[in-house]
């Protein structure tokens, strides 16, 4: 046996009291690719930053190349060789290629000059590293998710590497691009460079782990070679229950569509997009971020513009040139990003319900009638179960899950008709995470029209009577979700087709 | 209902630091002027004349608060006060010139207000537009417009005061409410009460604070972003040409530069009230009591001769950075963690 690049033993890691890390244990051989899989909030992030020292462990030891420390800071970590790509891979999207990659080496020699000639040559270097050709004066900016991700593996590899650690590498990559960038971990590992992989998804990591460690809660469940595990068993591990898989079936009453597109296009973000919503539908909406998915929702929502194509609603041509003039067509817009987009997060949770329906808490003299307010946002707080003992409280002090609940809560109560949800579920517990399913479905079985735009498939297949595919930029197929497979959705959504850029 | 509502809004005001450190602050300063300077402290003419000084600062520090809640700021008070007091100061010269007759002068300063007022909404209508339309940082809208603005103050006074006024404005401006309260303290608490029933009792307020909290997030709610904020610097502008109406009064004659530190103090007192200068948060009550407590300071200083008037641009400039130093400490926990320890330990 090999000695490990990496040895975990009994990691435990508390904030403010609550147990992120819970003796948890972890070994990582030369060469071997890990995948580190667990549900949001189940500690995964914790245990990177543990690794690569940022936070320091409350107990437990780590050992990196046969040294065992108890507080790991980050330059020691570093010099073991333990690097992190993370999700938005930490460039400088204002600098070239060639100057990401060579900062580093010059920031850590104490260089008060910079020599242009040498940049290039350490540049050159470290991307011949892993054999792509990208140019060195592009700006990190302009790139796509692909490359920039590869500048950051090439960066990550000049300090001589021993362990990557990737946090979901593959959420905004094609097929072709996931392909490439394992061919690369392949080839890492011909050199003895290991790669723990982080994901909470089944599909993309399978086919290249060899090893997989789920963690729950801050505990380690199980560290398992990939043959021992089935997509139930998976979803099991993760999230400590058993599904059920009842799907959701529509009751449709009305034929009319209540919202509908015909060659909707805006420019450098989707086109020719037609589709028909009916009430009680849940529509789902999937592709790869970049896709177009948000862009269409924005578009429907009147926050972005379209240049060509029509929306109708009720069979009327609309212009939805304004948020409040979807608004008062009905239309309500769960962001995608709740913090940044759907929440005022040091305001009262009480105003946060009712914000969207103010105006109609107002007298005739022009007072607003707080107690009217106050008791509409406590209908809201015991219907959609927010667990919170005061409105007055800020949103901050609030879960994920019950601050999405808010937004929901909100958009519930300007009574709109068709209800557009981006991402509802990203970052809620498994608990909310099916309370806002059942929601949902009791809202179109009540006649609202849902449309849920996810990538996360299962919750599309699940929830959704009708799934559209996007795929840069345009709707490549429909499907009915009990005649496909999740394997099938997931190829439909990452296969390579031409980009936007090239056709318009 | 209404006994919940005012229960609930007495436990919010008391949970409020920043007011209940004010107010324990002010009374310690009231206990040192009394003792200090006993005599001062029982004359009434002391408070008769803060009551006239703080109201020109006070009300622009009203304005300036109302852009701070929704994220932005107004440097442009002073220049907006000091354009609108000389553009009514040349109106009523020419409605009524020196020597005219009662009702001229009182027709004069009935033009004078209303003048005035308009001009201080349409300059801060202006400032709206610029920040919320052309979407420019609004520290450089207004450091840009109070420029512009005492630029034309400067041009119509040719630079120099403005005076000789019809003196039934002067008349007007030093009465007294039952022969005790100025008209200038009358005017601050006439405002105070108008600028709190708009941000505690309308939908416009709750809905200023949700704007400075989250822009994107108000616009996705169906605000009208750009509507209410061009309404907050309007107001802004409106309750500064009041200031400026003030010192107009108090000075019986208005100039380009009067006022100069008081864009500065202005900002002292809403960021020293507790308002966040990034928006979404501040008590109406924690700015008046900080105006208070900042004329008190300086009436205060104003009775030892031996510090300078030069020291005041120190002082002041010292406690903004001080307190934004303390709000920075005391929003990572600092200070409850230190009071907590100090419990534990005593």
Same mark, same amino acid.
Do not use: E, N, R
């Given at each position: 046996m090999v000695d490990n690049v990496i040895a975990v033993r009994g990691v435990s890691k508390a904030f403010a009291g609550v147990q992120?890390? &819970?003796t948890i244990s972890l070994e990582i051989a030369p060469g071997e690719i890990h995948c580190l899989a667990g549900e949001n909030g189940s500690g995964k992030s914790t245990l990177i930053k543990v690794i690569s020292g940022v936070h320091a462990a409350d107990e437990g030891t780590i050992e990196l190349n046969g040294k065992e420390f108890s507080k790991l800071t980050p330059m020691e970590a570093i010099s073991n060789g333990v690097q992190v790509i993370y999700q938005d891979f930490s460039v400088f999207p204002n600098l070239t290629v060639m100057e990401n990659l060579a900062l580093t080496a010059e920031l850590a020699e104490h260089r008060t000059f910079v020599n242009w000639r040498r940049m290039r040559r350490i540049a050159t270097e470290a991307i011949a590293k892993i054999n792509v050709k990208i140019d060195l004066d592009a700006k990190v900016g302009q790139l796509s998710v692909a490359q920039k991700q590869l500048v950051a593996i090439a960066r990550a590899l000049m300090s001589n590497a021993r362990l990557i650690i990737m946090d979901e590498p593959t959420t905004a990559l094609t097929k072709r691009e996931v392909d490439a960038l394992f061919g690369i971990i392949l080839d890492l590992k011909s050199r003895g460079i290991a790669t723990l992989f982080v994901s909470h998804k089944l599909e993309e990591v399978f086919e290249i782990s060899e090893r997989f460690t789920i963690i729950r809660n801050g505990k380690h469940v199980i560290t398992c070679l990939p043959e021992e595990l089935d997509h139930k068993k998976f979803s099991f591990f993760m999230t400590g229950r058993e599904f059920d898989d009842a799907r959701f079936t529509p009751q449709i009453r009305a034929t009319q569509p209540i919202l509908e597109t015909s060659r909707l296009s805006a420019h450098g973000a989707f086109s020719d997009v037609s589709l028909s919503l009916r009430p009680g539908e849940i529509l789902g909406i999937t592709g790869l971020l970049g896709s177009g998915r948000t862009e269409l929702a924005l578009a429907l929502f009147g926050s972005l513009k379209s240049d060509s194509g029509e929306i109708r609603i009720d069979g009327k041509a609309v212009v939805l040139d304004s948020v409040r003039t979807a608004i008062s067509h009905g239309i309500g817009y769960v962001p995608e990003d709740r913090l940044t987009e759907g929440l005022f997060l040091e305001r009262s949770i009480g105003s946060n319900i009712v914000i969207s329906e103010i105006d109609s808490f107002v007298s005739s003299l022009g007072v607003l009638e707080q107690d009217k307010a106050d008791a509409e946002a406590q209908r809201w707080i015991t219907d959609l179960r927010i667990a919170t003992p005061d409105a007055q409280n800020a949103v901050s002090t609030l879960s994920g899950g019950n601050q999405q609940r808010i937004v929901l809560a909100k958009w519930l109560a300007t009574k709109p008709r068709v209800l557009i949800l981006n %991402?509802?579920? !990203? %970052? !809620? &517990?498994i608990g909310s995470k099916h309370d806002i399913h059942r929601v949902l479905r009791e809202l179109a079985a009540e006649g609202l029209a849902v449309i849920v735009i996810s990538d996360d498939i299962p919750e599309v297949i699940q929830n959704c009577n009708r799934v559209l595919v996007m795929n840069a930029g345009r709707i490549v197929s429909e499907l009915d979700p009990t005649q496909t497979s999740e394997l099938e959705l997931a190829a439909l959504m990452s296969k390579d087709v031409q980009t936007l850029e090239g056709i318009s | 209902m209404t006994a919940i509502t005012t229960s609930r809004s007495r436990v919010r005001l008391f949970r409020d630091q920043h007011v209940t450190r004010l107010a324990s602050i002010l009374v310690v300063l009231l206990l040192f002027f009394a003792l200090v300077r006993t005599e001062n402290f029982f004359r009434l003419a002391t408070w008769q004349s803060m009551a006239v000084q703080f109201p020109e600062f006070g009300l622009m520090a009203l304005g300036v608060m109302l852009t701070m809640i929704i994220g932005g700021i107004d440097l442009s008070v002073v220049g907006i006060a000091n354009m609108t007091a000389i553009g009514s100061a040349t109106l009523m010269l020419s409605i009524a010139p020196t020597g005219s007759d009662s009702p001229e002068g009182y027709l004069a300063l009935m033009a004078a207000i209303f003048f005035s007022l308009l001009v201080g909404a349409l300059a801060g209508a202006f400032n709206g537009f610029l920040v919320a339309k052309v979407k420019i940082p609004a520290i450089l809208v207004t450091l840009g417009t109070f420029e512009l603005f005492t630029g034309i103050a400067v041009i119509i006074s040719g630079g120099k005061p403005t005076s000789g006024l019809p003196p039934e404005y002067g008349e007007v401006m030093a009465s007294r409410l039952f022969g005790v309260i100025p008209m200038p303290l009358i005017i601050f608490i006439v405002a105070t009460a108008v600028i709190g029933v708009l941000m505690y009792k309308t939908a416009f307020g709750t809905k200023l604070y949700m704007l400075g909290s989250n822009e994107t997030a108000a616009e996705f709610s169906g605000l009208k972003t750009t509507s209410l904020t061009i309404r907050t610097y309007m107001i802004s502008g409106l309750l500064a040409s009041v200031a400026g109406l003030v010192m107009l009064g108090n000075y019986n004659s208005a100039k380009a530069d009067y006022g100069s530190t008081y864009t500065l103090l202005a900002i002292l007192i809403v960021v020293l009230g507790g308002v966040n200068p990034n928006g979404g948060s501040g008590r109406l009550a924690g700015v008046i009591l900080a105006v208070v407590v900042l004329q008190v300071l300086s009436s205060l200083l104003n009775t030892f001769p031996h510090i300078s008037n030069f020291y005041r641009p120190l002082i002041w400039g010292g406690v903004l950075l001080l307190v934004i130093v303390v709000n920075q400490w005391d929003k990572r926990d600092h200070l409850a963690r230190l009071f907590r320890w100090k419990g534990t330990t005593s």
């Open positions: 992120a890390l &819970d %991402g509802p579920t !990203v %970052g !809620v &517990d | -």
